[in-house]
Protein backbone atom coordinates (compact mmCIF):
# COMPACT_ATOMS: atom_id res chain seq x y z
CA UNK A 1 0.00 0.00 0.00
CA UNK A 2 1.40 3.73 -0.46
CA UNK A 3 2.26 5.55 2.33
CA UNK A 4 -0.56 8.38 1.61
CA UNK A 5 -2.71 5.85 1.76
CA UNK A 6 -1.39 4.34 5.05
CA UNK A 7 -1.80 7.61 6.28
CA UNK A 8 -5.07 7.98 5.22
CA UNK A 9 -6.08 4.98 6.42
CA UNK A 10 -4.55 4.60 9.85
CA UNK A 11 -6.72 7.42 11.46
CA UNK A 12 -9.59 5.51 10.55
CA UNK A 13 -8.47 2.15 11.80
CA UNK A 14 -7.83 4.24 15.10
CA UNK A 15 -11.31 4.87 15.42
CA UNK A 16 -12.16 1.68 14.71
CA UNK A 17 -10.03 0.46 17.58
CA UNK A 18 -11.29 2.79 19.74
CA UNK A 19 -15.18 2.36 19.02
CA UNK A 20 -14.69 -1.33 19.58
CA UNK A 21 -12.69 -0.56 23.14
CA UNK A 22 -16.02 0.88 23.93
CA UNK A 23 -18.55 -1.20 22.58
CA UNK A 24 -16.84 -4.25 24.66
CA UNK A 25 -17.75 -2.16 27.60
CA UNK A 26 -21.21 -1.14 26.60
CA UNK A 27 -22.28 -4.81 26.42
CA UNK A 28 -21.71 -5.48 29.65
CA UNK A 29 -23.61 -2.59 30.59
CA UNK A 30 -27.47 -4.47 30.39
CA UNK A 31 -26.98 -7.31 32.61
CA UNK A 32 -26.60 -4.20 35.34
CA UNK A 33 -30.20 -4.13 34.57
CA UNK A 34 -31.04 -7.75 36.13
CA UNK A 35 -32.80 -7.54 39.68
CA UNK A 36 -29.99 -6.96 42.31
CA UNK A 37 -31.73 -10.03 44.25
CA UNK A 38 -30.03 -12.20 42.17
CA UNK A 39 -26.81 -13.03 42.68
CA UNK A 40 -24.11 -10.92 40.70
CA UNK A 41 -20.43 -12.38 39.83
CA UNK A 42 -17.69 -11.71 37.40
CA UNK A 43 -15.45 -14.34 35.50
CA UNK A 44 -12.15 -12.32 34.42
CA UNK A 45 -10.09 -14.53 32.13
CA UNK A 46 -6.78 -13.87 31.33
CA UNK A 47 -6.90 -14.50 27.21
CA UNK A 48 -10.01 -13.93 24.80
CA UNK A 49 -12.77 -16.87 23.77
CA UNK A 50 -9.65 -19.65 23.40
CA UNK A 51 -8.78 -22.55 25.74
CA UNK A 52 -8.96 -22.46 29.68
CA UNK A 53 -10.08 -18.75 29.35
CA UNK A 54 -12.91 -19.73 27.25
CA UNK A 55 -13.60 -23.10 28.64
CA UNK A 56 -13.22 -21.99 32.40
CA UNK A 57 -14.19 -18.11 31.68
CA UNK A 58 -16.70 -18.18 28.82
CA UNK A 59 -18.62 -20.75 28.69
CA UNK A 60 -18.77 -21.48 33.02
CA UNK A 61 -20.65 -17.89 32.81
CA UNK A 62 -23.18 -18.93 30.47
CA UNK A 63 -23.56 -21.72 32.38
CA UNK A 64 -24.07 -19.91 35.88
CA UNK A 65 -26.61 -17.61 33.82
CA UNK A 66 -28.95 -20.85 34.11
CA UNK A 67 -28.24 -21.70 37.63
CA UNK A 68 -29.84 -18.27 39.48
CA UNK A 69 -26.59 -15.94 39.02
CA UNK A 70 -26.31 -12.52 37.00
CA UNK A 71 -22.67 -13.29 35.31
CA UNK A 72 -20.77 -11.32 33.32
CA UNK A 73 -16.87 -11.78 31.73
CA UNK A 74 -14.86 -8.86 31.72
CA UNK A 75 -12.96 -9.28 28.61
CA UNK A 76 -9.31 -9.30 28.32
CA UNK A 77 -8.99 -6.11 26.36
CA UNK A 78 -10.21 -3.91 29.12
CA UNK A 79 -8.33 -1.09 30.13
CA UNK A 80 -8.31 -1.05 34.21
CA UNK A 81 -10.22 2.62 34.03
CA UNK A 82 -13.05 0.37 31.90
CA UNK A 83 -12.16 -2.26 34.70
CA UNK A 84 -12.92 -0.26 37.76
CA UNK A 85 -16.01 1.49 36.45
CA UNK A 86 -17.81 -1.77 35.36
CA UNK A 87 -16.99 -3.25 38.84
CA UNK A 88 -18.01 0.05 40.32
CA UNK A 89 -21.56 -0.29 38.77
CA UNK A 90 -21.95 -3.78 38.51
CA UNK A 91 -20.97 -4.33 42.06
CA UNK A 92 -20.48 -8.01 42.52
CA UNK A 93 -21.43 -10.38 45.53
CA UNK A 94 -18.61 -12.55 43.83
CA UNK A 95 -15.86 -12.84 41.70
CA UNK A 96 -13.81 -15.61 39.66
CA UNK A 97 -10.04 -14.50 39.23
CA UNK A 98 -8.64 -16.52 36.21
CA UNK A 99 -4.88 -16.55 36.68
CA UNK A 100 -2.35 -14.00 37.28
CA UNK A 101 -0.82 -13.90 33.42
CA UNK A 102 -3.17 -10.49 33.04
CA UNK A 103 -1.73 -7.68 34.82
CA UNK A 104 -4.82 -5.93 34.90
CA UNK A 105 -6.53 -8.51 36.89
CA UNK A 106 -5.48 -9.22 40.37
CA UNK A 107 -6.57 -9.35 43.84
CA UNK A 108 -6.16 -5.58 44.06
CA UNK A 109 -8.79 -4.97 41.36
CA UNK A 110 -10.91 -7.12 43.53
CA UNK A 111 -10.40 -5.01 46.86
CA UNK A 112 -13.68 -6.16 48.82
CA UNK A 113 -14.82 -8.51 46.73
CA UNK A 114 -14.99 -12.47 47.47
CA UNK A 115 -12.90 -14.07 44.59
CA UNK A 116 -12.43 -17.51 43.72
CA UNK A 117 -8.99 -17.79 42.37
CA UNK A 118 -8.88 -20.31 39.42
CA UNK A 119 -6.16 -22.15 38.48
CA UNK A 120 -5.53 -25.15 35.63
CA UNK A 121 -1.56 -24.72 35.05
CA UNK A 122 1.65 -24.77 36.85
CA UNK A 123 2.35 -21.07 36.32
CA UNK A 124 3.60 -20.87 39.80
CA UNK A 125 6.85 -22.43 38.66
CA UNK A 126 7.04 -19.37 36.35
CA UNK A 127 9.78 -17.04 38.40
CA UNK A 128 8.12 -14.12 36.48
CA UNK A 129 4.73 -15.12 38.01
CA UNK A 130 4.86 -16.89 41.45
CA UNK A 131 5.25 -14.37 43.63
CA UNK A 132 1.96 -12.54 42.42
CA UNK A 133 0.15 -16.05 42.16
CA UNK A 134 1.12 -16.81 45.88
CA UNK A 135 -0.41 -13.67 47.15
CA UNK A 136 -3.37 -13.99 44.41
CA UNK A 137 -3.95 -17.80 46.04
CA UNK A 138 -3.34 -16.45 49.49
CA UNK A 139 -6.17 -13.73 49.54
CA UNK A 140 -8.61 -15.43 47.52
CA UNK A 141 -11.78 -16.51 49.80
CA UNK A 142 -11.37 -20.16 47.81
CA UNK A 143 -9.55 -21.73 45.27
CA UNK A 144 -10.58 -23.72 42.21
CA UNK A 145 -7.30 -25.99 40.83
CA UNK A 146 -7.66 -27.97 37.61
CA UNK A 147 -5.77 -30.96 38.92
CA UNK A 148 -4.61 -33.10 41.89
CA UNK A 149 -1.12 -31.16 41.29
CA UNK A 150 -2.45 -28.18 41.32
CA UNK A 151 -4.53 -27.97 44.07
CA UNK A 152 -1.79 -29.76 46.52
CA UNK A 153 -0.06 -26.66 45.65
CA UNK A 154 -2.40 -24.07 46.22
CA UNK A 155 -3.88 -25.88 49.49
CA UNK A 156 -0.39 -25.06 51.25
CA UNK A 157 -1.70 -21.21 51.13
CA UNK A 158 -5.28 -21.32 51.04
CA UNK A 159 -6.75 -24.32 52.62
CA UNK A 160 -10.24 -24.05 50.88
CA UNK A 161 -9.02 -25.46 47.70
CA UNK A 162 -11.09 -27.73 45.24
CA UNK A 163 -10.05 -29.38 42.72
CA UNK A 164 -12.09 -28.55 39.56
CA UNK A 165 -11.76 -30.40 36.21
CA UNK A 166 -11.90 -28.60 33.05
CA UNK A 167 -14.78 -29.18 31.24
CA UNK A 168 -16.24 -29.09 27.86
CA UNK A 169 -19.70 -28.35 26.88
CA UNK A 170 -22.04 -31.51 26.40
CA UNK A 171 -22.24 -33.50 22.92
CA UNK A 172 -24.57 -35.40 21.69
CA UNK A 173 -22.49 -38.67 20.48
CA UNK A 174 -23.60 -38.07 16.65
CA UNK A 175 -19.98 -37.99 15.35
CA UNK A 176 -18.29 -40.21 12.30
CA UNK A 177 -18.72 -43.92 13.15
CA UNK A 178 -15.64 -45.80 13.30
CA UNK A 179 -16.65 -48.18 10.51
CA UNK A 180 -16.36 -45.41 8.29
CA UNK A 181 -13.07 -44.05 9.36
CA UNK A 182 -9.75 -44.23 8.11
CA UNK A 183 -7.23 -46.19 10.33
CA UNK A 184 -5.37 -42.91 11.50
CA UNK A 185 -3.56 -42.34 14.47
CA UNK A 186 -3.06 -38.99 15.76
CA UNK A 187 -0.87 -37.08 18.15
CA UNK A 188 -2.97 -33.35 18.57
CA UNK A 189 -0.44 -31.55 20.01
CA UNK A 190 -0.48 -27.76 18.65
CA UNK A 191 3.03 -27.11 17.12
CA UNK A 192 4.35 -30.99 18.01
CA UNK A 193 7.97 -30.01 17.42
CA UNK A 194 8.43 -27.55 20.48
CA UNK A 195 7.87 -30.85 22.89
CA UNK A 196 10.84 -32.49 22.23
CA UNK A 197 10.47 -35.56 24.87
CA UNK A 198 6.98 -36.17 23.73
CA UNK A 199 7.65 -35.99 20.16
CA UNK A 200 10.33 -38.70 20.79
CA UNK A 201 8.30 -40.76 22.76
CA UNK A 202 5.75 -41.04 20.41
CA UNK A 203 8.10 -41.19 17.32
CA UNK A 204 8.87 -44.70 18.92
CA UNK A 205 5.60 -46.07 19.48
CA UNK A 206 5.07 -45.63 16.03
CA UNK A 207 7.90 -47.05 14.69
CA UNK A 208 6.76 -49.71 16.77
CA UNK A 209 3.14 -49.62 14.96
CA UNK A 210 4.91 -49.15 11.76
CA UNK A 211 7.07 -52.18 11.96
CA UNK A 212 3.40 -54.41 12.40
CA UNK A 213 1.58 -51.94 9.71
CA UNK A 214 3.76 -50.66 7.55
CA UNK A 215 2.17 -47.18 5.54
CA UNK A 216 0.09 -46.26 8.97
CA UNK A 217 -1.17 -42.91 9.02
CA UNK A 218 -0.08 -40.50 11.15
CA UNK A 219 -1.39 -37.21 11.73
CA UNK A 220 0.60 -34.08 13.13
CA UNK A 221 -1.72 -30.52 13.74
CA UNK A 222 -0.20 -26.87 14.37
CA UNK A 223 2.64 -27.25 11.95
CA UNK A 224 4.29 -25.40 9.07
CA UNK A 225 6.08 -26.10 5.90
CA UNK A 226 9.41 -26.19 7.53
CA UNK A 227 8.36 -29.14 10.11
CA UNK A 228 8.55 -31.44 6.81
CA UNK A 229 12.20 -31.44 7.51
CA UNK A 230 12.27 -32.15 11.35
CA UNK A 231 14.44 -34.89 12.07
CA UNK A 232 11.69 -36.78 14.01
CA UNK A 233 9.28 -36.42 10.83
CA UNK A 234 11.81 -37.80 8.53
CA UNK A 235 12.97 -40.38 10.64
CA UNK A 236 8.88 -41.52 10.81
CA UNK A 237 9.02 -41.58 7.30
CA UNK A 238 12.05 -43.67 6.93
CA UNK A 239 10.26 -45.95 9.48
CA UNK A 240 7.32 -46.74 7.06
CA UNK A 241 4.89 -44.02 8.56
CA UNK A 242 2.66 -41.55 6.58
CA UNK A 243 2.89 -38.51 8.40
CA UNK A 244 0.34 -35.72 7.42
CA UNK A 245 1.07 -32.83 8.95
CA UNK A 246 -1.50 -30.13 9.41
CA UNK A 247 -1.60 -26.73 9.63
CA UNK A 248 -3.56 -24.75 12.55
CA UNK A 249 -7.12 -25.15 12.26
CA UNK A 250 -9.06 -22.00 11.73
CA UNK A 251 -11.79 -23.00 14.34
CA UNK A 252 -12.66 -25.51 17.02
CA UNK A 253 -15.17 -26.62 15.53
CA UNK A 254 -12.82 -27.32 12.05
CA UNK A 255 -10.70 -29.20 14.13
CA UNK A 256 -13.58 -31.33 16.09
CA UNK A 257 -14.18 -32.04 12.63
CA UNK A 258 -11.09 -32.95 11.34
CA UNK A 259 -10.50 -35.54 14.29
CA UNK A 260 -13.42 -37.06 13.54
CA UNK A 261 -11.37 -38.65 10.56
CA UNK A 262 -9.22 -39.64 13.13
CA UNK A 263 -9.56 -43.67 14.53
CA UNK A 264 -6.76 -42.99 17.60
CA UNK A 265 -5.97 -40.42 19.75
CA UNK A 266 -2.19 -39.94 21.43
CA UNK A 267 -1.93 -37.81 24.82
CA UNK A 268 1.96 -37.84 25.59
CA UNK A 269 2.64 -35.91 28.63
CA UNK A 270 6.45 -36.29 29.68
CA UNK A 271 7.21 -34.56 32.76
CA UNK A 272 10.63 -33.14 32.32
CA UNK A 273 9.72 -29.87 34.47
CA UNK A 274 7.81 -29.40 36.89
CA UNK A 275 5.35 -26.89 34.66
CA UNK A 276 4.20 -30.31 32.92
CA UNK A 277 3.00 -32.02 35.90
CA UNK A 278 0.43 -29.55 35.93
CA UNK A 279 -1.50 -29.98 32.77
CA UNK A 280 -5.18 -30.87 32.50
CA UNK A 281 -7.47 -32.66 29.94
CA UNK A 282 -6.78 -29.99 27.49
CA UNK A 283 -6.24 -32.40 24.09
CA UNK A 284 -8.59 -35.24 25.78
CA UNK A 285 -11.68 -33.10 25.59
CA UNK A 286 -10.95 -32.71 22.08
CA UNK A 287 -10.43 -36.33 21.36
CA UNK A 288 -13.84 -37.03 23.62
CA UNK A 289 -15.70 -34.34 21.64
CA UNK A 290 -14.44 -36.30 18.48
CA UNK A 291 -14.98 -39.70 19.07
CA UNK A 292 -11.71 -40.84 19.41
CA UNK A 293 -10.32 -43.62 21.30
CA UNK A 294 -7.16 -41.99 24.10
CA UNK A 295 -3.75 -43.38 24.57
CA UNK A 296 -2.34 -41.10 27.45
CA UNK A 297 0.65 -41.14 29.78
CA UNK A 298 0.24 -41.93 33.21
CA UNK A 299 0.51 -38.81 34.42
CA UNK A 300 -1.22 -35.77 35.90
CA UNK A 301 -5.52 -36.67 36.58
CA UNK A 302 -5.54 -39.09 33.41
CA UNK A 303 -5.58 -42.18 35.86
CA UNK A 304 -8.38 -40.64 37.86
CA UNK A 305 -10.54 -40.49 34.94
CA UNK A 306 -10.50 -43.28 32.90
CA UNK A 307 -10.98 -47.03 33.34
CA UNK A 308 -9.36 -49.78 31.03
CA UNK A 309 -12.97 -49.83 29.17
CA UNK A 310 -12.82 -46.37 28.51
CA UNK A 311 -9.16 -45.50 27.55
CA UNK A 312 -5.73 -46.70 27.77
CA UNK A 313 -3.20 -45.53 30.84
CA UNK A 314 0.35 -45.98 30.53
CA UNK A 315 3.76 -45.08 30.00
CA UNK A 316 5.07 -47.86 28.48
CA UNK A 317 5.86 -47.19 24.66
CA UNK A 318 5.17 -51.11 24.38
CA UNK A 319 2.10 -50.77 25.30
CA UNK A 320 0.90 -47.46 23.80
CA UNK A 321 1.78 -49.89 20.29
CA UNK A 322 0.17 -53.02 20.88
CA UNK A 323 -2.95 -50.74 22.02
CA UNK A 324 -2.48 -49.05 19.30
CA UNK A 325 -2.58 -51.56 16.71
CA UNK A 326 -5.46 -53.43 18.62
CA UNK A 327 -7.64 -49.80 18.00
CA UNK A 328 -6.75 -50.12 14.76
CA UNK A 329 -7.77 -53.59 14.12
CA UNK A 330 -11.08 -53.63 15.66
CA UNK A 331 -13.86 -50.48 14.53
CA UNK A 332 -16.26 -52.26 17.04
CA UNK A 333 -13.85 -52.37 19.61
CA UNK A 334 -13.38 -48.43 19.06
CA UNK A 335 -17.05 -47.90 18.77
CA UNK A 336 -17.62 -49.36 22.13
CA UNK A 337 -14.50 -47.35 23.86
CA UNK A 338 -15.55 -44.41 22.71
CA UNK A 339 -18.94 -44.69 23.96
CA UNK A 340 -17.88 -45.82 27.41
CA UNK A 341 -15.65 -42.70 27.48
CA UNK A 342 -18.29 -40.28 26.80
CA UNK A 343 -20.68 -41.84 29.46
CA UNK A 344 -17.80 -40.65 31.88
CA UNK A 345 -16.99 -37.44 29.98
CA UNK A 346 -20.83 -36.58 30.81
CA UNK A 347 -20.32 -37.54 34.82
CA UNK A 348 -16.93 -35.76 34.90
CA UNK A 349 -16.01 -33.42 32.41
CA UNK A 350 -18.76 -31.09 30.93
CA UNK A 351 -19.18 -27.80 31.58
CA UNK A 352 -22.11 -28.21 33.57
CA UNK A 353 -20.32 -30.06 36.03
CA UNK A 354 -17.76 -27.96 36.50
CA UNK A 355 -20.19 -24.92 36.92
CA UNK A 356 -22.01 -27.47 39.39
CA UNK A 357 -19.04 -27.85 41.13
CA UNK A 358 -17.99 -23.86 41.20
CA UNK A 359 -21.73 -22.74 42.15
CA UNK A 360 -21.78 -24.66 45.45
CA UNK A 361 -18.10 -23.06 46.12
CA UNK A 362 -19.04 -19.38 45.78
CA UNK A 363 -22.67 -20.06 47.46
CA UNK A 364 -20.75 -22.07 50.43
CA UNK A 365 -18.62 -18.94 50.81
CA UNK A 366 -21.21 -16.34 50.29
CA UNK A 367 -22.65 -18.29 52.75
CA UNK A 368 -19.98 -17.88 55.03
CA UNK A 369 -19.15 -14.51 54.70
CA UNK A 370 -23.05 -14.17 55.85
CA UNK A 371 -22.81 -16.18 58.79
CA UNK A 372 -19.55 -14.23 59.76
CA UNK A 373 -21.60 -11.06 59.54
CA UNK A 374 -24.38 -12.13 61.49
CA UNK A 375 -24.81 -10.58 65.32
CA UNK A 376 -23.89 -13.56 67.60
Same mark, same amino acid.
Given at each position: ?14 ? $? ?17 ? +? ?49 ? /?????? +? ?5 ? $?? *? ?21 ? &? ?22 ? *?? /? ?31 ? $????? #?????? *? ?9 ? =? ?31 ? #?? $?????? %? +? ?6 ? &??? !? ?16 ? !? @?? %? ?8 ? !???? +? ?5 ? =????? &?? *? ?38 ? %? ?6 ? #? ?13 ? @? ?6
Amino acid at each position: MPQDAQTQTSPLRAV $GRYVMHRLREAALYPRMAV +PASTPRIVFLPSDVRTMSSLLRGYNMAEAFQTMGWNPIVLPKQLDPGQRRR /ILRFFR +PDMAVLL $GS *RLPANSRHLLEGIPYVYDLDDAD &FHNPALEEEIRADVTRADGVAAGS *RY /IANWCEALNPNTTIIWTGSPDIEPDWTDHTQRE $GVVTW #AQSAPT *RYKLEFAFVTD =VMERVAAARPGVKFRLYGCGPEDADHPLVQRLR #AA $GVDVEL %K +PFMDGYAD &FIA !SLQETAVGLSAIIPSNAF !S @KG %KSFGKILAYL !SAGV +PVIASDE =VDHGA &FF *RPETGIVSNDPEVWAEKTIALLDDPALRNAMVQAAHADFR %KHLTTEVA #AEQLDRLCRAILEAR @KSAARPA
